[in-house]
């Protein structure tokens, strides 16, 4: 059980690797991810920012492809600082150096990585291999792929490479599992490289914001591990909160309406505050419970910050057990 002064919510970031028994509300996503990577070679994972696409490969997706006995590699970006040690030995492919960093570690001297592609970095080490002595699929992600359109930009002639060297090591490896993760606005942009890659790239699995039932397990999941719990009409309180936006009307004119979702983020910043501001003998309700008192809270004020139209921090109260 949590201790009372513990937020078991993230807040702006992205749940980790070992945030998982926190992690509620994509159990359909990540089974369906886990089921598209196992069957196709590469899977491109998109959406909005704010999603969760992170989130999702963190304490989702890694956490049940290793419990299958499958073999992961850390996560990789594109992007990234070149060391000082080679600058001047030249780096062939300044995307392909930052990828093979992220998996190589700081043990590995970076000089070393110069002039190696993936392909050849990958067939260096041994598939892991299971109870039987057969080798397992090796899955890697690249997260925020959309770097590959943002990050030197001057170097845009070695994005076709990058996603060459991809194909290359999907060639020479049958067990080997390719997941680019990317922002939804950029999926246009990876087309032209598309036609690269194993089936066209054809494989996608779109990531939408939380649907009530699901924001709903998000918010009551992650309590049962604490000493502190919200009533089910709270929670849907805040969901029906959390969905409403401010929109611009055929008229032109600002109408406040709920919206399908929720913004993962912004659930996870929202019960956060409320967590924060509860005292250690409360819970969260939206009305007096039988035999408590009320001790009405400014947590969950409507803030003045609202972003894309929505509040981070609802209007709800807590009330304090009584003693």
């Given at each position: 059980?949590?201790?009372?002064?513990?937020?078991?919510?993230?807040?702006?970031?992205?749940?980790?690797?070992?945030?998982?028994?926190?992690?509620?509300?994509?159990?359909?996503?990540?089974?369906?991810?886990?089921?598209?990577?196992?069957?196709?070679?590469?899977?491109?994972?998109?959406?909005?920012?704010?999603?969760?696409?992170?989130?999702?490969?963190?304490?989702?997706?890694?956490?049940?492809?290793e419990a299958r006995g499958y073999e992961v590699l850390p996560s990789a970006r594109v992007s990234g600082r070149i060391p000082d040690a080679v600058k001047?030995?030249?780096?062939?492919?300044?995307?392909?150096?930052?990828?093979?960093?992220?998996?190589?570690?700081?043990?590995?001297?970076?000089?070393?990585?110069?002039?190696?592609?993936?392909?050849?970095?990958?067939?260096?080490?041994?598939?892991?291999?299971?109870?039987?002595?057969?080798?397992?699929?090796?899955?890697?992600?690249?997260?925020?792929?959309?770097?590959?359109?943002?990050?030197?930009?001057?170097?845009?002639?070695?994005?076709?490479?990058?996603?060459?060297?991809?194909?290359?090591?999907?060639?020479?490896?049958?067990?080997?599992?390719?997941?680019?993760?990317?922002?939804?606005?950029?999926?246009?942009?990876?087309?032209?490289?598309?036609?690269?890659?194993?089936?066209?790239?054809?494989?996608?699995?779109?990531?939408?914001?939380?649907?009530?039932?699901?924001?709903?397990?998000?918010?009551?999941?992650?309590?049962?591990?604490?000493?502190?719990?919200?009533?089910?009409?709270?929670?849907?309180?805040?969901?029906?909160?959390?969905?409403?936006?401010?929109?611009?009307?055929?008229?032109?004119?600002?109408?406040?309406?709920?919206?399908?979702?929720?913004?993962?983020?912004?659930?996870?910043?929202?019960?956060?505050?409320?967590?924060?501001?509860?005292?250690?003998?409360?819970?969260?309700?939206?009305?007096?419970?039988?035999?408590?008192?009320?001790?009405?809270?400014?947590?969950?004020?409507?803030?003045?910050?609202?972003?894309?139209?929505?509040?981070?921090?609802?209007?709800?109260?807590?009330?304090?057990?009584?003693?």
């Open positions: 059980m949590a201790a009372a002064d513990q937020t078991p919510y993230v807040g702006p970031r992205p749940f980790g690797r070992d945030e998982k028994d926190l992690f509620f509300g994509r159990d359909r996503e990540t089974r369906d991810l886990c089921s598209l990577v196992v069957a196709h070679p590469i899977v491109l994972l998109y959406a909005a920012s704010g999603a969760g696409k992170s989130s999702l490969l963190n304490a989702g997706l890694i956490p049940l492809l001047n030995a030249g780096v062939d492919n300044v995307y392909a150096f930052n990828v093979l960093s992220s998996w190589a570690g700081p043990s590995v001297d970076p000089r070393d990585l110069v002039k190696v592609d993936i392909a050849g970095f990958l067939a260096s080490r041994p598939h892991r291999k299971d109870a039987a002595g057969e080798p397992v699929l090796r899955v890697v992600l690249l997260d925020q792929f959309e770097e590959l359109f943002t990050f030197a930009r001057e170097r845009w002639q070695e994005r076709a490479a990058l996603i060459r060297q991809l194909a290359e090591a999907l060639e020479r490896d049958p067990l080997l599992r390719i997941v680019l993760v990317m922002r939804r606005e950029f999926v246009a942009r990876l087309e032209t490289f598309a036609p690269l890659l194993p089936q066209a790239l054809r494989t996608r699995f779109p990531l939408d914001e939380l649907g009530p039932k699901a924001a709903q397990e998000a918010i009551e999941g992650p309590l049962a591990r604490t000493d502190r719990k919200i009533e089910s009409e709270a929670s849907q309180r805040l969901v029906e909160e959390l969905r409403t936006v401010t929109v611009r009307g055929a008229g032109g004119e600002d109408i406040e309406t709920v919206g399908p979702s929720v913004e993962p983020v912004q659930l996870q910043v929202a019960c956060a505050k409320l967590w924060d501001d509860l005292p250690p003998d409360g819970w969260i309700a939206i009305s007096l419970p039988p035999g408590g008192r009320a001790a009405r809270s400014t947590a969950g004020r409507k803030a003045p910050a609202v972003r894309n139209g929505r509040s981070p921090t609802p209007p709800l109260t807590f009330w304090r057990r009584s003693t």
